[in-house]
């Protein structure tokens, strides 16, 4: 019976080994092999599938969540369906947090780019002809950039704000119907105005070049608010793992692949000088 008591206890003594040691293995598989969600607009994925494969190497697996507009991202983040995000810039999130009450904030630059006002019957912007139709997105702070747009191109001028709406035109010679729509819309409406103010996402997505664009908007000091950026809520901004996916971004890797991919007209915004 001693015997067999000593047997007992050694078995024992092997089981809880065994089980430490499985732990300690499942302890470290997790560490090693980090999950992070994140929201980008479709078109970005060119960019961020190359850098998800980098990444793989660093223990870390990048799930891709795309979307086609700019309504649901931050929602999405704000309700843990993702863990970080991509795809707006300064003006955006502070008019975001200031409307829903969020704590969103920024974890490292990505890019800049210029909107841009394309037709399908016209070449240039002075062809307009008076009372043309003009779709401009509708978001607060797109629609603020858009008319600036509309103003650097000579076609309107505006008061003094921060946030301008279509009330805030002074000056519009030409009797132009602007008409802010959903941005994701503004591409689509080519058919129906003389020409639209498009943001550089929801062109690549709707197959428009920017090379064919009548006018591009110039890129000043000014320009700092519409610098894009990496997201996430306030309370995870010092999170390592989400830390070494904006220095994994902020690279040389990440300049070349936007050169290659948007031709000049997307701007690496991390070490731009403006």
Same mark, same amino acid.
């Given at each position: ?58 223990? *870390? ?7 086609? +507009?700019?309504?649901? /991202? ?8 993702? +863990? ?19 704590? *969103? ?8 780019? /210029? ?40 076609? *309107? ?22 008409? /802010?729509? +959903? ?84 701007? /690496? ?6």
């Amino acid at each position: 019976m001693k015997r067999f008591g000593k047997v007992t206890k050694l078995l024992l003594l092997f089981s809880a080994a065994l089980a430490l040691f499985v732990l300690a293995g499942c302890g470290n598989q997790s560490s090693s092999d980090k999950t992070v969600k994140i929201g980008i607009m479709a078109s970005d994925d060119r960019i961020w599938k190359p850098l998800a494969k980098k990444l793989k190497k660093q223990g *870390i697996d990048l799930k891709l969540v795309e979307f086609t +507009d700019y309504n649901t /991202p931050n929602k999405a983040l704000t309700q843990g369906e993702v +863990d970080i995000n991509a795809f707006q810039n300064y003006h955006f999130m502070n008019d975001w947090n200031k409307a829903n009450k969020g704590n *969103i904030v920024s974890i490292g630059d990505t890019y800049i780019a /210029p909107q841009r006002i394309y037709s399908k019957s016209i070449k240039s912007v002075k062809e307009l002809k008076d009372g043309a139709k003009v779709a401009i997105p509708s978001d607060s702070t797109n629609e603020d950039r858009g008319l600036r747009v509309l103003e650097q191109a000579g076609l *309107i001028k505006l008061k003094k704000a921060s946030l301008h709406t279509t009330k805030d035109i002074t000056e519009n010679k030409k009797n132009l119907k602007i008409t /802010p729509l +959903d941005a994701a819309q503004t591409a689509h409406s080519l058919s129906d105005v003389s020409m639209a103010v498009v943001n550089n996402d929801i062109a690549e997505d709707s197959g428009l070049k920017p090379s064919s664009a009548i006018y591009v908007e110039k890129i000043t000091k000014a320009s700092k608010p519409y610098v894009n950026f990496i997201a996430t809520t306030k309370d995870k901004k010092n999170n390592a793992t989400y830390k070494k996916v904006v220095k994994a971004y902020q690279t040389k890797f990440i300049e070349n692949k936007l050169k290659e991919i948007y031709k000049g007209s997307t701007l /690496p915004a991390w070490n731009y000088k403006f």
